[in-house]
Structures are given as structure tokens and as C-alpha cells.
Nanobody
Framework: QVQLVESGGGLVQPGGSLRLSCSAS????????MGWYRQAPGKQRELVAF???????TYADSVKGRFTISRDNAKNTVYLQMNRLKPEDTAVYYC?????????????WGNGTQVTVSS
């Protein structure tokens, strides 16, 4: 069983920064993809960014140039550095791990961490 635990959310003013972390635990030898999604009230969950174990990165257009995703494979941890935050970034941010131990078709989610951008 794989568990994901996010941390680092909170309240920040527009233009500010936050760094999210997500640590995976369990019987893990490798994680092919690690990513961040978010869900704002009344909206569908959407991709923010993901990173492969090569690593290559992909970002949603709305966060390009402001957010940076990175990972530490030795710690099975993924980070999301969020700069120049905007009120529209307010959402619950969820960590996702896919292709764990080379297995496709089964992914894992954290419980989410709230990010609120407001003055």
C-alpha cells in the first residue's frame, strides 16, 4: 500500500509564495510520475504539473513561469514551488503518484492541502 501526505499549504497574499511537499511511503522501489492537481470550489480537479523520473516536467498553461515542480527520488518526495500567486490559484492541492513500481493503471492520491490566496 502506498500513502501520500501533502504539506505546506496555507494562506498567502497575492504575489506571495508557497512551497508544497508530498512524501510517499510504503513498499516503493520507483515512482514513474509524480504530480500536483488542484480543485477549486465548484470546479473540476485539474492538472497543475507533473514530473517523470527522467526527469521531465509538464505544466498547465495557467502556472507556467510561476510554479516549479521538482522531486527527490531518494525521499520519494515531490515539491511544488509556487511564486507570484494569484487569487485564482486558491484551491485544494492534491498530490498524485502513478506507475509506482512500474505498475500502470493504478495511481495514488493524497488527501489534499488547502492553498488560499487572498489579501
Amino acid at each position: 500500500q502506498v500513502q501520500l501526505v501533502e504539506s505546506g499549504g496555507g494562506l498567502v497574499q497575492p504575489g506571495g509564495s508557497l512551497r508544497l511537499s508530498c512524501s510517499a511511503s510504503g513498499s516503493i522501489f520507483s515512482i514513474g510520475l509524480m504530480g500536483w492537481y488542484r480543485q477549486a470550489p465548484g470546479k473540476q480537479r485539474e492538472l497543475v504539473a507533473f514530473i517523470t523520473n527522467y526527469p521531465t516536467t509538464t505544466y498547465a498553461d495557467s502556472v507556467k513561469g510561476r510554479f516549479t515542480i521538482s522531486r527527490d527520488n531518494a525521499k520519494n518526495t515531490v515539491y511544488l514551488q509556487m511564486n507570484r500567486l494569484k487569487p485564482e490559484d486558491t484551491a485544494v492541492y492534491y498530490c498524485n503518484a502513478d506507475r509506482v513500481n512500474g505498475i500502470w493503471g493504478k495511481d495514488y492520491w493524497g488527501n489534499g492541502t488547502q492553498v488560499t490566496v487572498s489579501s
